[in-house]
């Protein structure tokens, strides 16, 4: 519990709604920002791993002719 001062007025649900929020604003931003990027890597690598699949099956070719 808040310690109460004389001549202190009590805050209302908003007002404190909207104080916790601009404290929280550049965290909640910063969550966005981090998961935004972290979602772009993870759909980078997932349209990777198919293209590096199909490189690995088709098979090498031996066309080389070697003259001893």
């Known amino acids: 519990m808040a310690t109460k001062y ?6 209302s649900r908003k007002e404190t709604m ?3 929020w601009e404290v929280m604003k550049p965290f909640v931003r910063f ?7 972290i979602g772009g890597a993870l759909i980078a690598i997932v349209k990777l791993v198919p293209e590096l699949l199909e490189h690995k099956d088709q098979p090498k070719k031996n066309d080389k002719i070697i003259k001893i």
Do not use: S, V, Y
């Not at 004389?6 to 805050?11: D, T």
């Not at 969550?31 to 990027?37: N, V």
């Open 6 to 11: 004389i001549g202190e007025r009590q805050k």
């Open 18 to 20: 909207r104080d916790n």
């Open 31 to 37: 969550g966005f920002k981090a998961l935004t990027i």
